[in-house]
């Protein structure tokens, strides 16, 4: 039997660590939570957590010359209302090291995409009350109000396959998990 899994944290190689540091506190908030050297690079812990030490580690080490994304598809952070999707939408326009900014319907979530100053993907998200079979992407329009997000995502969701309530997908994927583990899962992200 597998045992129960909670994921707590992750890292990143960079390139400049002052840089994304930074950005990581001024944009989503992040605290510097310890710093230092090992293995003979610079590392940064940051976390938004008071019951976590850390939730990200950046460490100095990214090879020249590596490509987007290099060992990390993408970093996603949840937010509790579409005002505060609007606001990182907002912060994210106005600044000048932000690039490929993307907003997204995928029918479970309301999603801004975004990359980080070393052009690593990010994502900014808020969970929606349906299930839907994904891949799912169309388009969001952060300037309608929520009742009109509602609505349009909706009547979108309306004939896909695996549509549903969210907390009966939570049920059936409990039940799933508890089939395959041999217990209640309790994981949380």
Excluded: C
């Excluded at 930074?22 to 940064?44: M, W």
């Excluded at 994304?69 to 932000?98: H, P, Y």
């Excluded at 998990?177 to 217990?183: T, V």
């Amino acid at each position: 039997m597998l045992p129960e899994l909670k994921l707590r944290h992750m890292g990143m190689f960079v390139w400049d660590i002052q840089a994304m540091s930074s950005f990581y506190q001024e944009v989503l908030g992040f605290v510097v939570t310890d710093a230092g050297h090992v293995r003979d690079h610079d590392v940064v812990f940051l976390s938004r957590d008071p019951h976590s030490h850390h939730q990200l580690v950046m460490e100095t080490g990214r090879p020249p010359g590596s490509g987007p994304g290099f060992g990390l598809q993408q970093i996603s952070f949840q937010v509790s209302s579409l005002q505060d999707l609007r606001v990182m939408n907002k912060l994210l326009i106005s600044r000048k090291d932000v690039t490929l900014i993307q907003t997204v319907d995928h029918g479970n979530s309301w999603s801004l995409y975004f990359r980080d100053p070393e052009v690593n993907r990010v994502e900014v998200y808020l969970d929606t009350p349906w299930h839907v079979e994904q891949p799912f992407l169309e388009p969001l329009d952060l300037s309608l109000n929520d009742e009109n997000i509602f609505q349009s995502t909706h009547a979108r969701l309306v004939g896909k396959p695996g549509v549903m309530p969210m907390a009966q997908w939570q049920q059936e994927m409990a039940a799933k998990l508890k089939a395959r583990l041999g217990y209640q899962s309790a994981v949380t992200l």
